[in-house]
């Protein structure tokens, strides 16, 4: 049984994340708290190796979408038992940079292996650890302020058929944390990318200290 909390962060890549991991890092830290970071996948000897294996460039594309969901998997397992599950029993707050709903996410919606295969391995590899709070970010592609990460990565998006697939997955992938987040909605908070980082830090600060009223270090 766990003690502390699990707070996660997901969102398609380059969405902001890691900007608002580190503020509220160190919100905990003014606080007086000793909260532990991880990212996914890595934060451990092995698990930063597989990560280095999945962003091969020249294993790019030659990865079968299951071979990708369990390499992912394998690293997340190494992570729950070295880290996330013993900070959480010695009753800490652990921060972590993506955590299963990614999986869901990605090998799910985006790649097409099937969701309830995807859970049972999910369950499987986080020993059945699920986040006190999951916060969202996400990309508004009709807001009059188009977030930056759009032409960061694809410049021509729609003027090449490799670039139309990119953006039709990372759809896919954003749309599959939608339904993650329409089912659990207790557990999420969702949030507009395009918004200011301030605006989007009040809101992460105010549900977590909410949160954090009934943790006891």
């Given at each position: 049984?766990?003690?502390g909390?699990?707070?996660t ?6 969405v ?29 000897a ?21 071979a990708e969901?369990?390499?992912?998997s ?12 013993p ?22 919606f ?22 006190d ?13 188009p ?34 987040a329409?089912?659990e909605k ?12 301030d ?17 006891t270090?």
């Open positions: 049984m766990k003690n909390f699990l707070i962060f997901e969102g398609i890549d380059k902001g994340k890691s900007t608002q991991v580190k503020r509220l890092l160190n919100h905990l830290i003014a606080k007086g708290h000793n909260p532990v970071l991880v990212r996914e996948p890595g934060s451990t092995i698990s930063e190796r597989i990560r280095t294996i999945l962003a091969d460039p020249g294993l790019k594309n030659k990865i079968s979408p299951l969901l369990f390499l992912y394998a690293s997340r397992a190494q992570l729950v038992v070295e880290t996330i599950e900070e959480l029993k010695a009753n800490k707050i652990v921060i972590a940079d993506r955590f299963y709903d990614s999986s869901t996410a990605y090998q799910g985006g790649r097409g292996i099937p969701i309830g295969n995807i859970e049972a391995v999910n369950k499987i590899a986080t020993h059945n650890i699920k986040p709070l999951t916060i969202l970010l996400y990309i508004n592609e009709k807001s009059p302020r977030h930056k990460s759009i032409n960061r990565l694809a410049p021509n998006l729609f003027d090449d058929r490799t670039e139309q697939e990119f953006l039709l997955f990372r759809q896919k992938v954003q749309d599959g944390f939608f339904a993650i329409q089912k207790e557990r999420f908070l969702v949030l507009e990318a395009s918004e200011s980082k605006q989007i830090f009040k809101k992460i600060k105010t549900r977590v200290d909410k949160l954090l009223k009934t943790f270090p």
